[in-house]
């Protein structure tokens, strides 16, 4: 069953401006990730975060994890027109690692 | 470096007949391997796993099925495909030794059952 769920399922922004979306699950994790998907390709992974750490950067990207509200998010700073992709979280439940992936925020950055 | 090769790109087939879709993976040995589909517009369902050479774990069932019969190739086949199989399929592995890990996909069979 799935375990995450994305918030919103669709972001429309100016590039240069900065995008925020959030992942909530409902069991607790052992880690939580995100990933790219660009219009009929195979996902790349952006970042993993493990339960214990709160916050990861990676260039322009930002995930915080909230593990007393079940909930993450990613923010990308200064846009551009190629972060324009469908963003998910995926997570494990701490007894069984196998990853469950929600539905994914459709992210259009507009030039 | 790793790399994972899946193919066809792209497969339009017949209701009832049958499906092979091919995933090889380089680079690396003793690989966890995974394939997913993607219903239009929404998320990856787990369709089967594999942690080893003729280990197959099946998450969902229906009517597919999978096999590993190198360590670096997995393969999901069906013996007579239904309108419900149509999807994006996409393969993928991790390092061991726990199946949460960083996962790398490959691009993906664009699969339309008619």
């Known amino acids: 069953s799935q375990q995450g769920e994305e918030d919103p399922q669709a972001l429309s922004i100016q590039e240069g401006e900065n995008a925020t979306m959030n992942c909530s699950y409902k069991t607790s994790i052992n880690n939580l990730q995100w990933y790219r998907q660009n219009s009929g390709r195979g996902l790349v992974h952006l970042i993993l975060i493990r339960s214990n750490e709160r916050e990861k950067h990676s260039g322009r990207l930002r995930v915080t994890l909230d593990t007393s509200k079940k909930s993450s998010s990613l923010l990308i700073t200064a846009s551009r027109a190629a972060d324009t992709a469908s963003y998910f979280c995926a997570t494990d439940y701490s007894n069984d690692y196998k990853l469950s992936f929600g539905a994914g925020t459709t992210v259009t950055v507009r030039a | 470096s790793q790399t994972i090769h899946q193919w066809p790109a792209t497969l339009v087939q017949p209701v009832g007949s049958p499906l092979s879709l091919e995933c090889t993976v380089e680079g690396t040995s003793n690989p966890n391997l995974y394939w997913y589909r993607q219903a239009a517009g929404r998320g990856l369902q787990l369709l089967f796993y594999s942690v080893g050479i003729g280990q197959i774990s099946s998450e969902v069932p229906q009517n597919l099925s999978a096999s590993r019969p190198q360590d670096r190739q997995f393969i999901l086949s069906s013996k007579k495909l239904l309108l419900s199989d149509s999807g994006f399929y996409l393969c993928?592995?991790?390092?061991?030794?726990?199946?949460?890990?960083?996962?790398?996909f490959g691009s993906g069979t664009q699969l339309s059952v008619l």
């Open positions: 993928a592995w991790t390092e061991g030794p726990t199946l949460n890990e960083k996962l790398f």
